[in-house]
DNA sequence: GCTTAATCGAGACGGTACGTCCGGTCTTCTG
DNA sequence: CAGAAGACCGGACGTACCGTCTCGATTAAGC
């Protein structure tokens, strides 16, 4: 069975003097997202990833004081900067969304996620980078949410904001209980905006 | 000074014979409940629940496998058997129900919760006991919204199940988000509910 | 892998009323015996005979109190009753001697001997069981050397009970340092009593 | 009631970088030897030495990978470098011998070594560590006997090693059978020497 | 025949020590 | 002076046995 440690075939990185070395910070980055998706997160420890990038445990902790920062720098980069488009209509437009992340959710990368949002539970550094994460999500949602309130496919009284939270929890609680898979994302979409939705031609 | 065998101070819990012991049992219950309120989560360790209970750590392990067992364990041991009551009209039944819910996940027993659903993340086991608790509330919620519907407080086709779903995850959207403190209940319900209530008196 | 306790092929042993099971006590020394064969002396503990032998472990320690006393119960029952012959000199007596030793110390039951002696070190009970032993076996020895004194093989003022000590310490020694595979019996013989042995024909 | 983490009343030993700690071996050697001398030889547990020296249990691990192991490191730190005097006669010289191993042997640091005796026939390190030591000291007593032999102390064809072996090996029998504060070193100098001794001024 | 007493397998119990793992801090040495 | 390397202390992990105990079934001997 190959150690971490036989990965010694590249001649190891050198200080490039008082600066930060790009280099190891994407080794680190790297070895990081390979131990989570070969061991699961049980298998992201700070000392896995040093030996794994060949990198010294100061210098992580040096750019990453705790797990917890690592993980989230881990989801940041890898996650792309996608923006949801709307698609004429909010209900089809919801059904993308919940289309585009339950896919998300399901790649390596993204399946880091759910363990983010574990983490944030008992990691103050964790839990403000989700909100933060979060926050920015919901600005996006709220945009798809107004502009069809604007098209006035919405009820009257619609607040937008808590209608994108609502949307995006339903999406997160099928993440957190394990039902990515196996929820049709234009049915979910078509449930959750039931209530809201005015029938065809009905706008005032 | 104490010699380091000076132990048995206080009598220690004998064995039943070859059968589980309640006391032991509920000496480990109450000492990780104690754990919990004292230091928080990260003080509830198996060695410390050990030591606080005058118990080996091999019965710790025979009985709760894991620490997310335990975890679960002293969820449902201090989890009430609450059933929500149905306040008249739903908006009220579901302000109460948030309401409800969120003043127990702030007591030291309901703080459980979150991590519950954390080590549900990375845990196969706590994720079924977590999905069981889950079923059971949702068909109470699921009731209190038929029997609304019953009454002809929703519009017509709604899906009761979905909506009690939709109820749920946004109660566990605060709670993931650290917003239950800050979170007026009467104010989410009506937001959550706003698309499904039709206004009074325009029953059918 | 099949665990020691998937031989319940045979029914289990029932009590034969208000006295001693023989058949446990041989279950037992038979467990146990096997135990050591298999996985050394490090398995030779009370739980894993208990299991094997189908036994309780309260049985087991009524009659063996302790895992010394086992391992020494276990030596008596498999040493065979063995008087060592005198073959008319003492150097060939001596010779066979160490021939017979160095052969049952490397059988299965042999091989507990210097396990039995090292035990011994830090057990009271195994340490006076060895002195009864070696005392045992002294004697028989110093029996063959007084023979030989008698019949004038050895020079006058001889300690035969001192050259016995010296000709068993002798063989402990090689058994210790692991040397009884490669040491030549008939060499040892001679060497040990080299000094002690009169040229033939030089009797008084 | 000092909180469970009011720890580091005195500073700890810090690491002088990736090197072995002289001083975290010295504070283990110490604080194994203390727990010897006071408990006794069930009380040296790694765990109680790491306490005890205020070192990780893994640094223990790390430098002394078994009980045996650290066993043999404390006996050769605690044996001083003597050399046995030749005092004239063989007689005296090896009276002298065992006179100084019986002393040594109970001594807080002599009491290891039949613990190591007996650690060796189960532990292949600690066999190969005695192994080496017995040459060694075996050496010792051989050049004492040459030295005798060519005095013309010794009958004729006299093999000294075989006799050095045989000394030792009546010294470490009357160790493991618990004898050595009972027998007089002379006496037993004169009985294991008795045969090859040339009566004085026999010499050729 | 009925009671009594001892013995049986089973295994839970409080403990102790094991050997491993990781967190987070530190120091040295190499470029 | 940044960085690789890794030693260090602390402490939780999960496992393995220890020796004690209680249970309920079983059976011989004493009444």
């Known amino acids: 069975m190959p150690s971490d ?3 010694c075939a590249q001649p190891q990185r050198r200080s490039i003097g008082a600066r930060r070395n790009p280099e190891t910070e994407a080794a680190i980055l790297t070895a990081a997202q390979e131990l989570v998706e070969e061991k699961g997160l049980r298998g992201l420890t700070m000392e ?3 030996k794994r990038a060949r990198a010294g445990k100061a210098t992580l902790y040096k750019w990453w004081p705790s797990r917890g920062a690592l993980l989230v720098a881990l989801y940041h ?3 792309g900067e996608h923006r949801h488009t709307d ?4 209900p ?3 059904a993308g969304f919940y289309s585009y992340v339950f896919g998300f959710w399901q ?3 993204g399946r880091l996620f759910p363990l983010i949002i574990a983490e944030a539970q008992s990691n103050e550094d964790v839990a403000d980078a989700l909100q933060d994460y979060r926050q920015e999500r919901l600005a ?3 945009a798809l949410v107004s502009r069809a309130q604007a098209r006035g496919e919405l009820v009257a009284d619609t607040d937008s904001e808590a209608l994108a939270d609502l949307i995006m929890a339903n999406a997160w609680m099928h993440l957190m209980t394990g039902r990515i898979a196996v929820t049709d994302p234009a049915k979910l979409a078509h449930d959750v905006l039931r209530g809201w939705c005015l029938p065809d ?3 005032a």
Chains 1, 2, 3, 4 share one sequence.
């Not at 698609?87 to 909010?90: M, P």
């Open 87 to 90: 698609l004429g209509s909010l």
């Open 77 to 79: 980069a890898s996650k």
């Open 107 to 109: 790649t390596p990368a």
């Open 5 to 7: 440690t036989d990965r």
């Open 140 to 142: 996006d949602l709220t």
């Open 48 to 50: 896995a990833v040093a």
């Open 92 to 94: 089809e437009t919801i």
């Open 201 to 203: 031609g009905s706008s």
